[in-house]
């Protein structure tokens, strides 16, 4: 089974500043890798992912993520935080064999005025 | 519909009861899965269903729970006999396929069961 690593499970930024939230998996096939966003008493919404075609993949919101496979890792980084991107940010990773999508536990972000 | 849509968006019921959360996915989904989130917490794995049929039921923790989806669209999860460590936010997801080939999961908003 996959697992999912999102290290900080608080982040805290200041408007203007930039971004990185940190997300590692642990398959050794490439699997496909997503960003979630989810605010206060909401759904989770997809901000970008990766299925095995540029490496960099732009997202929604001026959010956009690297996939590194020499470090295993999809970090999602925005070079300007702004007061709207305040919420909590899961990392999910499936893979070629599973039935599922493997979350990790979630990072929160705050951005201070 | 244009989302995913579940019911009823709040739950509260008292330990022991039966409890039924009903998920009407995107038209035209073929695979539904149903997700358990506790507070602070990512979303844990319950079941996915490819059609009508359960293709992997490894997550429901217990027998107390049981999901169905008859023809394909609508489901169902079903909880016995509630407790209140059930209390969480049932979410359901649908993707066009199945999620080994890079579907991407869309989200409702979410069931929030509270057991007292």
């Known amino acids: 089974a996959q697992s999912v690593t999102q290290l900080g499970s608080h982040v805290s930024v200041s408007e203007g500043a930039l971004v990185l939230l940190r997300c590692n998996y642990s398959?050794?096939?490439?699997?496909?890798l997503f960003w979630y966003v989810q605010y206060p008493n909401q759904g989770l919404q997809l901000l970008l992912k990766?299925?095995?075609?540029?490496?960099l993949v732009k997202g929604i919101n001026g959010f956009e993520a690297e996939f590194k496979k020499s470090e295993t890792s999809f970090h999602l980084t925005k070079p300007s935080a702004h007061m709207s991107d305040a919420a909590e940010y899961f990392c999910?990773?499936?893979?070629?064999?599973?039935?599922?999508?493997?979350f990790g536990t979630g990072t929160s972000l705050t951005v201070i005025p | 519909g244009a989302g995913v849509s579940q019911t009823p968006s709040n739950k509260v019921t008292e330990k022991g009861k039966y409890v039924e959360l009903r998920c009407d996915p995107i038209?035209?989904?073929?695979?539904l899965y149903w997700y358990r989130q506790s507070l602070g917490q990512g979303p844990e794995f319950l079941i996915y269903?490819?059609?009508?049929?359960?293709?992997?039921d490894s997550g429901l923790p217990n027998d107390r729970f049981f999901a169905v989806r008859p023809e394909g669209s609508v489901s169902t999860l079903k909880i016995q006999r509630t407790e209140r460590g059930d209390s969480a936010v049932y979410l359901c997801?649908?993707?066009?396929?199945?999620?080994?080939?890079?579907?991407?999961?869309?989200f409702g908003e979410g069931s929030w069961l509270t057991v007292v």
């Open positions: 997801a649908s993707s066009l396929g199945p999620p080994n080939s890079g579907n991407t999961i869309y």
């Open positions: 398959s050794s096939v490439p699997p496909y």
């Open positions: 990766y299925t095995s075609a540029a490496t």
């Open positions: 999910a990773v499936s893979d070629l064999g599973g039935n599922q999508f493997y």
């Open positions: 038209s035209g989904h073929t695979a």
């Open positions: 269903f490819q059609g009508t049929g359960a293709a992997d």
